[in-house]
């Protein structure tokens, strides 16, 4: 899998932000929103009422965890190849990078006020872009909650970010590893 379509690299952003779009479909549940003149109120499904803004979020929610997991499950399978691995350094750190995108609508953000929305909306696609653009897929809190770890590692040929559910240590590793895109590799069963 050398290259990632654009339509799956969007669907990957969007996982990385799930337990934020979960956050706001819960603070949303009951929120009503007036658009283009038609007033939209919380349907309600069994005994709970839940509006349109917290349905979406939480149909997104879903289907970009259910996806991010099918793509793991298919790459963590493949035969992939060994890698030696000379020098590694645990990445894991770079999850703290959403933080931003994660407090802000704590802060500032109204349900009910669709210029706050919009606001939050521009702050999140320009995150996307540069996320998307700068190959950066790979930290995503939600491989945390899979118990994955990300490593910046040296071979004798390449440098790579890896994805593994091994805790690495010690000197001259071999590892079994199938690439994800350009320069991610994830370790195979």
Request: no cysteine.
């Amino acid at each position: 899998m050398g290259r990632i379509p654009s339509w799956a690299k969007i669907v990957l952003f969007l996982s990385s932000y799930s337990p934020l779009f979960a956050i706001v479909a819960l603070r949303a549940h009951d929120s009503t929103h007036s658009v283009f003149g038609y007033q939209l109120e919380p349907v309600g499904i069994g005994p709970v009422e839940l509006s349109y803004f917290s349905l979406g979020f939480s149909a997104l929610t879903v289907v970009s965890v259910v996806f991010l997991a099918l793509m793991i499950r298919m790459n963590r399978t493949r035969q992939g190849q060994l890698s030696e691995i000379e020098h590694y350094r645990n990445r894991s750190d770079m999850f703290t990078e959403y933080l931003l995108v994660y407090i802000f609508p704590f802060i500032v953000f109204e349900f009910s006020n669709i210029y706050d929305v919009a606001a939050f909306l521009v702050l999140f696609l320009t995150v996307a872009a540069i996320v998307i653009r700068s190959n950066r897929l790979f930290v995503n809190p939600v491989l945390i909650g899979f118990r994955y770890r990300v490593y910046e590692i040296e071979t004798e040929h390449d440098r790579r970010i890896l994805l593994t559910k091994q805790e690495l240590s010690g000197n001259d590793m071999t590892l079994n590893t199938a690439r994800i895109s350009s320069d991610v590799y994830i370790t195979t069963r």
